[in-house]
């Protein structure tokens, strides 16, 4: 029974560092950005098959990580009780929850309609004047909600870690506010050497 706790631990802990699917979106949209022209057919395609395919490896990852947690409980010594009755792992839920339905929102509603701007279009094709304005308000709201992602990704990383043991309240708030800092300049920049 302790291996198999074990490796429902290993593929938790995966699952979640899979889900960092956000962060390398915004990575390639910035990148895309600092390209400085307003639609090129082939860096346009490429970044949004990037961020329409990573959904379903998204997906899976998140999956992966409501299951195993789910299994943890029921083999582990928490028993399935924590999953209402801690509040660490409730909020952890929650928030895995959150991510799944935003990730749907955004799978199912915001790309098909970026999409729709770009499936006429092929390399040689002549860009209409007002496409890239019409798709801005879409990959807007998709890059402050990727950004949102990464936030709550990070946050459920921070009560994880305290699943067993909790940190001192001050250290959660900092560590929450300094993942909420990350996914902020994550969004605005392109984070060349990793943190900065």
Same mark, same amino acid.
């Not at 290993?10 to 889900?19: A, D, L, P, S």
């Not at 915004?26 to 860096?43: K, P, Q, T």
């Not at 002549?126 to 990727?146: C, F, G, I, T, W």
């Given at each position: &029974? *302790?291996?198999?706790?074990?490796?429902? $631990?290993?593929?938790?802990? #995966?699952?979640?560092?899979?889900?960092?699917?956000?962060?390398?979106?915004?990575? @390639?949209?910035? *990148?895309?950005?600092?390209?400085? #022209?307003?639609?090129?057919?082939?860096?346009?395609?490429?970044?949004?098959?990037?961020?329409?395919?990573?959904?379903?490896?998204?997906?899976?990852?998140?999956?992966?990580?409501?299951?195993?947690?789910?299994?943890?409980?029921?083999?582990?010594?928490? %028993?399935? *009780?924590?999953?209402? &009755? +801690?509040? $660490? $792992?409730?909020?952890?839920?929650?928030?895995?929850?959150?991510? &799944?339905?935003?990730?749907?929102? @955004?799978?199912?509603?915001?790309?098909?309609?970026?999409?729709?701007?770009?499936? +006429?279009? %092929?390399?040689?094709? *002549? /860009?209409?004047?007002?496409?890239?304005?019409?798709?801005?308000?879409?990959? @807007?709201?998709?890059?402050?909600?990727?950004?949102?992602?990464?936030?709550? /990704? $990070?946050?459920?990383?921070?009560? %994880?870690?305290?699943?067993?043991?909790?940190?001192?309240?001050?250290?959660?708030?900092?560590?929450? /506010?300094? %993942?909420?800092?990350?996914?902020?300049? /994550?969004?605005?920049?392109?984070?060349?050497?990793?943190?900065?």
């Amino acid at each position: &029974m *302790e291996i198999l706790y074990d490796i429902l $631990i290993f593929f938790h802990v #995966i699952g979640f560092v899979f889900m960092s699917i956000p962060l390398f979106n915004l990575i @390639v949209v910035n *990148e895309r950005a600092s390209l400085g #022209i307003s639609f090129n057919y082939y860096a346009d395609r490429y970044m949004e098959n990037i961020i329409k395919n990573g959904a379903y490896r998204c997906y899976i990852f998140q999956s992966t990580v409501l299951l195993t947690g789910v299994l943890l409980l029921i083999f582990g010594p928490l %028993g399935i *009780e924590a999953l209402w &009755m +801690d509040w $660490i $792992i409730l909020i952890k839920t929650i928030l895995l929850l959150s991510l &799944m339905g935003m990730l749907s929102y @955004v799978h199912f509603k915001l790309q098909p309609k970026i999409e729709s701007f770009l499936s +006429d279009l %092929g390399p040689n094709s *002549e /860009v209409p004047d007002n496409l890239v304005s019409q798709m801005k308000p879409y990959r @807007v709201r998709r890059k402050k909600m990727a950004t949102f992602c990464l936030f709550l /990704v $990070i946050t459920t990383i921070i009560l %994880g870690l305290q699943v067993y043991d909790t940190f001192n309240p001050f250290l959660t708030i900092i560590l929450i /506010v300094f %993942g909420g800092l990350f996914s902020l300049k /994550v969004n605005k920049t392109l984070i060349r050497f990793g943190w900065i």
